[in-house]
């Protein structure tokens, strides 16, 4: 969380009870992504008793360890996560897990379990605290089985953290020991929810980070990257696991493009289209893998707590063969549009670049008659032109269950 200047209470000051409930009841809703945040609770907690920073340091399913305190998307997230993860605090911790030693839920201050000139000596202090304002900690166990630590942080200006710190602590701990577990027993369904409903879809989606490595992919892009198109998938650490794999496109030129396409979103430009060869010698004018290059958004990745807004950092690509036909029911366009059976047929004609005149043919009626159903077709549908209704078509295509 970035440095603030909290408002400090008098050092023996009393916190009323009215306030101390109002944050309880932030806690529970962050924990149940209920109108709250957990970087809120960490904002409330921090002038409550004068901290400066705040971590709450969790691991996600894939192992990736995360300051849930942190609003997503904080730029130095990993260097602090890597200094947290080294603090003799957090050392301390960890030994007193291992040994039994160590209370869960118990609020101690820092120099109680470090003492000054050890810590004042470390990597951690030198390297990083004294600069990041972490000279005196106030915080907590919350969790023994994964090793879930809480910690409010001052600078050696702000002074250390006194007895009626640890009392206002020690109250809310129990309200966050459980809305720890809720968080742990509710997220991993909801943070997989955005990642389920991808994978029911029948076009190829892979979430990727600006330097193409692979943070998410559904079914039917595990499908298409395992088969003969432009794009694969490779390890590039000791586990293939999310993070460890990245996307490339087999053609040099169009990795090129892509790989500029996805770090320019992932910076916060809106996306492009663009074509890619299935392989190394086809000719660009004949690219049959349609990619579409969007920002992605934070429900695909992340529990609630994180809302619904551009992940940053991230881009969403959407694959599909052009080759491949894949288009939805006329019954389902009937239902969606309010189209009639001979005007779904119609629009579902125009698919890969048709004209009036070549549906005409196809279906053996003049073109005078196509143009009117598609004057029909247009108005129902809401779109200005047939490369409109193709967009249109492409996006009930994705309706489709993804094939097994």
Known sequence: MSRRHAHFRPSEAKVPQSELADLIDLIYAAALAEGATWPEVARHIDTLMGAQQASLIVADENGTKRNVFLEPGTYDERLRLYYREISPWRV???NGIRDGSAIVGRVVRGEEIVPDAAFLNSEFYNDFGRHAGCRHMIGGLLDAETAAT????RDAAAGSFEECDRR???TLMPHLQRAYQLRNRLNPDASRLGAGALDALSMAVIVVDGNMHVKHAN??????????????????????????TILSARHRDDHSRLSQLVAAVAKGSSGCALRIR????????QASLAILVSPAMTHFLSGPEAGC???PGTAMIVARHLSHSSLPHPGLMCDLYGLTKAEAAVALSFGGGATAEDVARMRRVSPETVRSQVKAILRKTNTSSLRDLERIIA???AMLPAAL
């Open 92 to 94: 301390e911790a960890k």
């Open 150 to 153: 809480i910690a409010f942080t």
């Open 168 to 170: 206002t602590l020690q």
């Open 219 to 244: 079914a039917a892009a595990v499908a298409l990257t395992n088969g003969d198109c432009g794009m694969t998938v490779s390890r590039t650490g000791p586990e293939p696991s999310l993070g460890n």
């Open 278 to 285: 299935n392989t190394r010698d086809e000719p660009a004018s």
């Open 309 to 311: 807004r551009i992940q």
């Open 395 to 397: 996006i009930s295509s």
